[in-house]
């Protein structure tokens, strides 16, 4: 009888430190899943997860997002599908800065904390944002295409999507400098919109090519979709290799080449791998408890061919993607 009582009892203990043990289930979902920004995202969500279990903490990461970046319904679909499951968080990469907002106070009323990456969201039920500065990165890539164009000549912006928060302070920040620093050089074209794909964007390049070609002299796109669609139709157009100053957002293969090209003159580059890892990190401390900042910014750089290959502009160009993605 004494034996059995005392095996009862270790099986009580054993069972109190297994419930007390911490374990969460994290819903992270992007705006997509197809652009390298999101695959970097991923990565950092998962180096996240390792350092966890590393410390004997379990974190179940559930990634799941729209496939194609202008599917709002769909990402409100899978918001709602995770708060129905009742994941311990969720980390989000909102498409529509409005169209998110009630999923999320939803997700918040049940309990359910979240935290927000990549682009703003017009609420204050997250517990914290995680981002770049994307108007200061619009700043920065206009400082440097009328830098590049030597304050005059004509330039256009290509857009991203409307409703991206992220996008549309880029592109703000943007204009805003050219028009305050760089009067001298004419806006021949700001409300084009990319659209979701690389082939939507390029469709929108060469429509502007064939209207502004024989006058722009410089281009900014706001991510790495329109981007890569816009130097797809500058190389058809025959105006890359530096007939045409431009200057992107975003890193990935397609842009690191353009760049080592010389058809791209420079790039803003996020953190992306660092908005994942510390989406999740934050989003564990929110649920232990924790004071967390309301904003936290992962940094924003310059990329040009002279610093492409500095460690720390090497390591944002070409993220460890298949140390954690594998």
Do not use: C
């Not at 179940?60 to 970046?69: C, D, F, M, R, Y």
């Not at 129905?84 to 009630?102: E, F, M, N």
């Not at 502004?212 to 130097?231: D, K, R």
């Not at 924003?300 to 500095?310: I, P, R, S, W, Y």
């Amino acid at each position: 009888m004494k034996k059995s009582l005392a095996f009862l009892s270790l099986l009580i203990a054993f069972a109190s430190s297994a419930s007390a043990a911490e374990t969460y289930k994290i819903a992270v979902i992007p705006k997509g899943t197809t652009h390298e920004f999101w695959k970097s995202i991923h990565a950092g969500a998962v180096k996240a997860q390792r350092e966890f279990e590393a410390q004997g903490v379990t974190i179940s990461i559930v990634w799941k997002g729209p496939l194609k970046e202008d599917d709002r319904e769909q990402q409100i679909q899978v918001v709602e599908n995770f708060i129905g499951q009742q994941v311990s968080a969720i980390v989000l990469a909102p498409l529509d800065r409005k169209g998110l907002v009630a999923p999320v106070e939803t997700a918040v009323q049940g309990k359910i904390p979240v935290v927000i990456i990549d682009s703003g969201l017009e609420s204050k039920a997250q517990s914290s944002f995680v981002a770049t500065d994307n108007r200061e990165g619009g700043r920065i890539a206009a400082r440097n295409l009328g830098q590049l164009l030597g304050g005059k000549g004509n330039a256009i912006l290509l857009r991203y999507a409307v409703g991206s928060a992220s996008t549309e302070d880029r592109e703000e920040g943007f204009l805003e400098v050219m028009r305050k620093d760089f009067p001298g050089i004419k806006l021949l074209s700001t409300d084009q919109h990319a659209g979701a794909t690389r082939d939507s964007a390029k469709r929108v390049a060469e429509n502007l090519l064939n209207k502004y070609g024989q006058q722009v002299n410089g281009i900014f796109a706001s991510n790495e979709s329109s981007a890569s669609g816009m130097l797809l139709a500058l190389r058809d157009a025959g105006l890359a290799g530096g007939k045409v100053k431009f200057v992107a957002f975003d890193a990935g293969e397609t842009l690191n080449a353009g760049l080592r090209a010389g058809d791209v003159a420079g790039f803003v580059v996020q953190n992306p791998m660092a908005m994942g890892y510390l989406g999740v990190k934050t989003a564990v401390a929110v649920l232990r408890g924790e004071k967390v900042p309301p904003v936290i910014d992962t940094g924003v750089g310059f990329v040009t061919k002279a610093n492409m290959n500095e460690p720390a502009m090497a390591e944002l160009l070409n993220p460890p993607l298949a140390k954690y993605l594998n």
